[in-house]
């Protein structure tokens, strides 16, 4: 019984759920030099790729100066690398690289929350 318990407790604590869908996006560090969907192969970190990072304010935490690669096999066939400002990507993931430079996650499935 307290095996089950556990079981289900750990299962609900390992689910999680993005409320703003911007927190997810990530700005290109350079124009994309193609749109469209794809899947993240591999990620690189560059250490102090980021020039825009704003400076830390008195005593706070300094923003992450770190830029960020993404190697792309795109679904349209071909390969192309693109420099976010966000760690939040993995490999495996789909992601969208929109026109004006956002790199999004892309889902097969979305949540409705209430017509949101």
Excluded: W
């Amino acid at each position: 019984m307290r095996a089950a318990v556990f079981g289900i407790a750990v299962l609900l604590c390992s689910c999680s759920y993005h409320t703003d869908p911007t927190e997810a996006q990530a700005r290109t560090h350079a124009t994309p030099q193609r749109t469209g969907t794809g899947t993240i192969q591999s990620v690189g970190v560059l250490p102090r790729g980021r020039k825009d990072a704003p400076a830390a304010a008195g005593g706070s935490r300094s923003p992450d100066p770190n830029a960020y690669r993404l190697y792309l096999m795109m679904d349209s066939g071909g390969f192309q690398t693109v420099d976010v400002d966000s760690p939040a990507f993995m490999a495996g993931q789909a992601v969208e690289v929109l026109a004006d430079g956002t790199v999004r996650p892309v889902s097969g499935t979305t949540f409705n929350f209430f017509g949101k």
